[in-house]
């Protein structure tokens, strides 16, 4: 006689879902049903297997690794330098916040200080990648329950900061920009830079924001679709070890720009008694998927304060901090016109000459828009790293979905699912 599944009781998750599930549901109320990977809302890399009664959840089985692209064990395959193309990749909605957070480990590890001008620049950017993938979370907030608008409202914007990121690196989507000690080039103008970054923070952001806050805030359909849904408590999160507008809008006050500070966020940041930037980081405590929305929301709002008390103080100098030294990569331009200047770059790109790597490990973290980015970099004294382990934050973030989920409506998945923000590239080990 077939088994019934009662209410109370579970079953081993380790065991694979589908064919356990098949064969103990049978006979009861129950039904499998498998979410993804073909469901819009999972993009073809997740796969999420549901056990419904009705059309309540009872358990939910995320399936990860789809994408098979092995991040970590290409880490050890390119040098230091190289690898800013791989990890660019992983959370692709921000691909500069990545590149800023992988070199901020590197020059750790080498215990490099970069330039005051560097340092004004990263900070713009990661704030600009921030807003990058806010834009996209809460417009696809919307999209999720049937307002496309709000969708094409965060979307639209996104575009100009493509163009700013194309104009300092000459890619949109993936800069690359980064290198150990500086950048891969000087920005081609600082005024150009500036005007740009004003345009957006001062004309477009500020509409953008208005016109989603408008068409989503008191709107009473995606109100009633997101309050008290898919709730985390303060202790879950800690539990869970949640971190970015998840944690914090489960009343979390954890931010790595303000506990562990870098960049032009920490004090003295130019050497020369530099205040750090002030803003205010955004706290909820109902901890459901609206909360999760304000949050990102007020962020964007913060992000560009940050970027306002920096763009018109742009430091003098060089963006790398090896301006004449050999670790520097030449000028195109005495590329073609110098054999010094092509050795050079053979030297640096092909047997990683130029600084000295050390032996040893350290971990490095940032505040990314999903929460806390780190790398924990072994080094061997070789051009490439011996090690490394990221510690992505959708990785850690998306192990709650389960607990969100149970007892709630098949149609309050995709809410759920979007709230967290996962990038799927990030669960890829």
């Not at 980064?178 to 001062?202: H, L, Q, S, Y």
């Not at 008290?228 to 809008?249: C, F, K, M, Q, Y």
């Not at 018109?312 to 901090?321: A, I, K, M, R, S």
């Amino acid at each position: 006689m077939p088994y019934t599944l009662q209410p109370d009781q579970g079953y081993d998750l380790d065991i694979e879902s589908t064919e356990y599930l098949k064969d103990h549901v049978q006979a009861s109320d129950r039904w499998i049903l498998n979410f993804g990977p073909q469901h819009p809302a999972t993009h073809t890399t997740l796969r999420i297997v549901l056990e419904l009664d009705g059309e309540r959840i009872v358990r939910a089985i995320p399936h990860i690794g789809y994408l098979h692209s092995g991040f970590e064990k290409l880490g050890e395959h390119h040098d230091y330098n190289q690898y800013v193309c791989t990890i660019s990749r992983m959370d692709y909605n921000s691909p500069i916040v990545n590149d800023i957070a992988w070199h901020g480990a590197v020059e750790k590890l080498f215990d490099i200080d970069i330039t005051p001008k560097c340092k004004v620049v990263r900070t713009i950017l990661a704030e600009l990648g921030r807003i990058q993938n806010h834009l996209l979370c809460v417009g696809a907030a919307g999209m999720d329950l049937g307002a496309f608008t709000a969708f094409l409202y965060g979307f639209n914007e996104r575009e100009f900061i493509y163009d700013i990121l194309d104009y300092i690196s000459g890619q949109r989507f993936h800069p690359d920009w980064t290198r150990v000690g500086g950048a891969m080039c000087e920005i081609p103008d600082d005024e150009i830079f500036k005007k740009m970054v004003r345009n957006f923070i001062d004309k477009r952001l500020p509409k953008a924001i208005k016109d989603i806050e408008t068409l989503l805030n008191r709107n009473r359909i995606f109100i009633d679709r997101t309050q008290n849904v898919g709730v985390v408590t303060h202790d879950e999160a800690i539990a869970w070890s949640l971190t970015g507008p998840l944690a914090r809008a489960s009343g979390v006050k954890r931010d790595i720009r303000k506990d562990e500070p870098y960049l032009c966020y920490k004090d003295n940041w130019d050497g020369r008694g530099a205040e750090p930037v002030t803003f205010s980081v955004p706290i909820a405590n109902d901890g459901d998927v609206l909360s999760r929305y304000l949050v990102r929301l007020e962020e964007i709002k913060q992000s560009a304060n940050i970027i306002d008390q920096l763009i018109d103080n742009l430091p003098e100098g060089p963006l790398d901090t090896h301006p004449e030294g050999k670790a520097r990569v030449p000028a195109k331009g005495d590329i073609y016109g110098s054999i010094e200047a092509t050795i050079q770059q053979f030297e640096i790109f092909m047997t990683n000459r130029g600084w000295d790597t050390p032996v040893g490990e350290c971990y490095g973290c940032h505040e990314s828009p999903n929460g806390e980015l780190g790398y924990f970099i072994v080094a061997d004294g070789g051009r490439c790293p011996w090690r490394v382990a990221v510690r992505p934050p959708s990785f850690l973030n998306y192990q709650c979905f389960p607990k969100m989920l149970e007892g709630h409506m098949l149609a309050d998945l995709v809410a759920v699912i979007g709230s967290i923000n996962v990038i799927a590239a990030e669960l890829d080990r």
